[in-house]
């Protein structure tokens, strides 16, 4: 199902008041689309009585007590010991007491996060050179019984998550994976290998043979010619695999959430526990949110035109 | 790719003949990792769950001997109410989902294919929210929900004097909670692949309409619809598996709740393994789930290749 080029636009006029009428309705939507998520950045940067009150608070005054519960761990302390303190030595310092709270170290967050990134790249790294190699592979060799692969690698994906952890669960027991980075970078990266595959054959098959013969004639070996001609051009199909592989590893809760706890805890599990640790400190779960979305957003502006193709596992080519 | 094609080149220089493999050799040296990674992660997990169901196994118990049971867990299941109930609730949040997503991803799909000025922006726009962490969606959108401060509840009331709104807490409205959060989230999805199915749709079909004077109706029920229906079919069974799956935001928006009105197949899956440790019976609720998707998948696939003819 290979789509006709961007240019090829179906409908050849378009009224100009018919265009006006779907630009207002198709920018309504995306206004009333995007409030959720202005919601969630603009109470990070709320106090938590303006976070609670109603009506809800659409101007009010910024502060970062949010990002400061975020990352520190607090305790309640009498007005008088906080005085017997001295002056804060910090702003966060400063910021916390007004609460009558004192500092008392670095909260679980900037681990979670740093988890989150090792996690995130480890397997996407893995996934994405498994998946050139077995993409190249399928694409240009004879492989028997090649689509009854193809989709053996494709079915893997079906099964539902908790079903894949129960035997995880007790696998990792068994061989000491349990709750480390490894066995989650392992786990990630046996997910991702089926979207690398498909999607790198993709873009394997759009590389004319033509160039690699050239290289055979010129004397060089099957390898040399798919290091020195193939991987240069592969150079933005592995970029677009690699972000969605990472997005996929970052996103991913129900395994993390089963098979990880105090050591390689990632942030997705982590962030609905903020909530309880303060008591409803919305403020630092809307910074936490803030700070673990915004990546993504950045690399959806920057996948924008690769998007369908990652989305559809390459079965829809822009 | 025959043979041929390297048999007559020869290495002409000392690295050439280090990577002098066959073929065949480099075919399977670059396809077996991801097959063993597969076979170790996803097939023997696969296999052990399989003879975990016909067991009494709790992972709790590591030192109690395991016992065969045949296929007692598969008939608890079959001829337990409850699961019929889990079902149904997946169900219902798979064709609801779907249906407001065909429906509206489709009509913005028409919608940004007019191509007014700024539609790539707000095209982008729009797609953000399908790239998020599911889980730290129904995060936010708890907070979103709350009855009394919250802003959803604020903009219903402002059009219609209704009351606080507690959407995650009522029987009634629990459900619609994580359908409108799953529609605001994948929606673009639907649309996206709308929009591509649109723009594969040639100019000369609709110039060859307009001459034998069809209306825009005629033009949309035999050229548009046709046309887009492949790809409207891939997006729907794609989303319709994962959300035959869905877990992380109905976990963090309602968690099964109130009672079990939520509790989709995934959420009493989790419960069954990993709270109360009847590892052998949610084993056999795993397969019965997995067996599920694989069939209805396979037999929409078939009917996706009938449409395409």
Redesign the interface.
């Known amino acids: ?1 290979t ?2 080029p ?1 240019k ?5 006029t ?1 009224s100009a008041r ?3 009428i ?2 207002i ?3 309504a ?2 206004l009333v ?5 202005v ?2 950045l603009a ?1 990070g940067f709320k106090s938590p009585p303006d976070s ?5 608070k659409v101007l009010f005054q910024p502060t970062l007590e949010g990002y400061v519960n975020l990352f520190t761990s607090r305790t309640r302390q009498t007005p008088e010991y906080i005085k017997s303190l001295g002056p804060p030595k910090t702003w966060y310092d400063e910021l916390a007491r007004k609460r009558n709270m004192v500092i008392s170290g670095p909260s679980r967050f900037k681990d979670r996060y740093l988890n989150s990134v090792i996690i995130g790249f480890g397997s996407t790294f893995l996934a994405v050179f ?2 050139t ?2 993409a ?3 694409s ?4 028997p019984l090649k689509d009854d ?1 193809l989709f ?2 494709l ?2 994906r ?14 990792y ?1 068994e061989i000491g994976l349990s709750d480390t980075a490894l066995g989650m970078i ?2 990630y ?2 997910v991702n ?2 979207l690398s ?1 498909w999607l790198l054959k993709g873009f394997v098959d759009e590389i004319p ?1 033509e160039y690699e ?1 050239a290289a ?2 010129d ?6 010619a ?1 290091v020195k001609t193939v991987l240069p051009q592969m150079r933005s199909g592995i970029a677009a695999t690699s972000i969605f592989c990472l ?1 996929f590893a ?5 395994f993390a ?2 098979l990880t706890s105090g050591q390689a805890q990632t942030a ?2 982590f ?2 526990t903020i ?1 309880g640790e303060g008591g409803l400190d ?1 403020p630092a ?2 910074a936490g ?1 803030t700070l ?2 915004l990546p ?2 950045i ?3 920057l996948l ?1 035109n690769q ?2 193709r990652g ?2 596992f390459g ?2 080519r ?1 | 790719m025959s043979s041929s094609v390297s048999s007559p080149d020869k290495p002409r220089t000392v690295t050439g003949k280090v990577f002098a493999l066959s073929d065949r050799a480099i075919a399977w040296l670059f396809i077996s990792p991801t097959i063993l990674l597969l076979l170790a992660i996803n097939i023997f997990p696969l296999v052990w769950t399989i003879y975990l169901s016909f067991t009494n196994y709790r992972a709790n118990q590591p030192g109690r001997a395991i016992r065969w049971v045949g296929t007692r867990n598969y008939e608890r299941l079959l001829g337990n109410e409850d699961i019929w109930g889990y079902l149904q609730a997946t169900a219902h949040f798979v064709l609801w989902t779907m249906l407001l997503q065909v429906v509206i991803g489709f009509g913005l799909a028409l919608l940004i294919n007019r191509n007014f000025k700024g539609a790539s922006f707000w095209t982008t726009v729009i797609l953000i929210p399908m790239m998020l962490s599911p889980a730290v969606v129904g995060v936010f959108w708890t907070y979103i929900y709350q009855p009394q401060t919250g802003i959803f509840s604020y903009i219903v009331n402002f059009f219609a004097d209704v009351g606080p709104l507690d959407m995650i807490g009522s029987v009634d409205l629990a459900p619609w909670s994580i359908i409108i959060v799953d529609t605001w989230m994948w929606t673009p999805y639907i649309m996206l692949l709308c929009l591509a199915g649109l723009r594969s749709i040639p100019d000369y079909l609709y110039e060859a309409a307009e001459i034998d004077r069809a209306n825009a109706w005629q033009k949309f029920f035999y050229i548009t619809l046709p046309r887009v229906m492949p790809f409207l079919m891939l997006a729907v069974l794609f989303r319709g598996i994962e959300n035959f799956k869905m877990f992380d935001m109905v976990v963090e928006l309602t968690s099964g709740g109130p009672g079990s009105t939520t509790e989709v197949a995934s959420i009493n899956l989790k419960r069954e393994a990993f709270e109360k440790w009847r590892t052998g019976y949610s084993s056999a609720f795993a397969i019965i789930l997995f067996v599920t998707v694989f069939g209805l998948s396979n037999i929409y696939v078939k009917a996706l290749n009938k449409v395409k003819q």
């Not at chain 1, 970052?250 to 129900?254: G, K, L, Q, S």
């Open positions: 199902m789509a006709a961007d090829a636009f179906s409908v050849g378009v018919s265009k006006l779907a630009a309705l198709v920018t939507y995306a689309a995007v409030i959720p998520l919601w969630i109470t609670i009150s109603y009506p809800p498994l998946g190699l077995a190249y592979g399928f240009r060799f004879k492989v692969l053996f690698i079915s893997t079906m099964m539902p998550p908790i079903a894949v952890a129960i035997p995880i669960f007790l696998m027991r392992l786990l990266t046996a290998v089926s595959v043979k013969e055979l004639v004397g060089y070996s099957r390898l040399q798919f997005i970052w996103n991913e809760y129900a959430l089963l997705p599990p962030i609905p909530i919305w779960v809307g949110t673990f979305l993504i957003v690399f959806t502006v924008r998007l369908l989305i559809t079965a829809v822009k």
